[in-house]
């Protein structure tokens, strides 16, 4: 059964960090882009960052640029975000999300085909 499960969450202080874990299961990642979308709430969905399946290639959003860190391990079937310097603003669910290309083409929701169930983060004093 493929499945997606992230881990990592929690409850920060501003300026903290965490490390965020996706594990597959049911199939290998090797050949797909991988993303982490969250959303808070009463705000949409969005992207905010993407690795290609080979990992040479990354993005993020503005918002979390110089802050957080996307990687993957293809031999564990894992994809990593550490998130550094927290703001209040990075409360969130965070999902991670199956591209279905081997390349990060952006984060419009229907080109992910698999979702996780979403770990929650909490930057709070």
């Known amino acids: 059964q493929l499945q997606l499960v992230e881990s990592g969450g929690g409850l920060v202080q501003p300026g903290g960090s965490l490390r965020l874990s996706c594990a597959a299961s049911?199939?290998?990642?090797?050949?797909?882009?991988m993303s982490w979308f969250r959303q808070a709430p009463g705000k949409e969905r969005e992207g905010v960052s993407c690795?290609?399946?080979?990992?040479?290639?990354?993005n993020y959003a503005d918002s979390v640029k110089g802050r957080f860190t996307i990687s993957r391990d293809n031999a564990k079937n894992t994809v990593f975000l550490q998130m550094n310097s927290l703001k209040l603003e990075d409360t969130a669910v965070y999902y991670c999300a199956v591209h279905r290309r081997f390349y990060c083409s952006g984060y419009r929701p229907r080109e992910y085909d698999y979702w996780g169930q979403g770990t929650q983060v909490t930057v709070s004093s």
């Open positions: 049911g199939f290998t990642l090797n050949y797909y882009a």
């Open positions: 690795i290609s399946s080979s990992g040479g290639s990354t």
